[in-house]
């Protein structure tokens, strides 16, 4: 008789029922033995798993473990429910091979990840905040901005920092609104790749500086920390809207609040250089800022795609060996 696969799930009961619809759980737990570690996180992935069991599933409530717990005579594979697999998975893990590690949450973020970046960039030229907020706090037409003319999204030049998954997305939905002019920087994409998506590809600096809307989609990796720089953002034009639903490292978040504060530029940001962004930030109470609590990936449907991509990345490894979204060691250091 065929042992059947051990998978351990070192995730907690809300994480679990957060992220995992029931029939994925069922789908799941008939793959072979699962064990789910529940409580509340953090969660410890324990001693001896890797002589175990075969899967290793982990989540954001896993709690960070010794690297050398994943060596063992059984385990061959990790997925990641969530991001970024950094935090629990250093590159070194996967140098000899023996263990194949998969993100299943990255994948499944990136559209309504795109979705909010939309909606932000959207809410900006429309004048949509203004209008709330004066309309709200006045109760009064025309101190809610009637008269005030926003601008039309197909009439804007769209610039893309990374053609990432939520990239690419992005660039699909302004698209499909109306946008004919959508300029990206990306030094890993292809000319191909940007014209089958009908973009032009760029460098940094003429990006910035004729482009209405600037959306980042890059990761946060050393590479990358402050690419959109100070200089980058003096180059933007006035009245430019900056939207950022990836990462703040990024994007130099002190210039762009100078900027802001300034008044010269616009922006719709979901992530910050500390979260919870405190209530002394100089960001909050601008009236040309729209500001959201890192909230970009959070849509039910989104939460149980994660555990979906989980359970089809395990099934086709325990099938065939097969894997959509494995990270190697090579890809690694492009990772968020």
Known sequence: MVERARIYA??????????????????????????????????????????????????????????????????????????????????EVLMDGTLRLAQGGSDAMALPVAELAVTLTLALLRNLHTHDRGLQRTRDWFAGGNGLLGNGIAHQRIGVVGLSRTGRHYVRMVRGLGATDVVAYDPYATPAEAAALGVELTDLAALCRGVDVLAVHAPATPETRHLVSREMLALLPDGAVVVNTARSAVVDEPALTDELVAGRLRAGLDVFDEEPLPPTSPLLGLPNVILTPHVAGGTVEARFAQGATVLREVAGFLTDGTLRFEVTADGYDRLA
């Open 10 to 91: 070192a995730v907690s009961t809300e994480e679990l029922d957060l992220l995992y619809a029931p029939a994925t759980q069922r789908e799941l737990a008939d793959l072979g033995e699962l064990v789910v570690a529940g409580g509340s996180g953090p969660v410890e992935v324990p001693a001896g798993v890797a002589d175990e069991y075969d899967v290793l599933i982990t989540s954001w409530s896993t709690a960070t473990f010794p690297p050398d717990r994943l060596r063992g005579s059984r385990l061959r594979l990790a997925v990641h429910s969530a991001g970024s697999v950094r935090k629990l998975f250093p590159r």
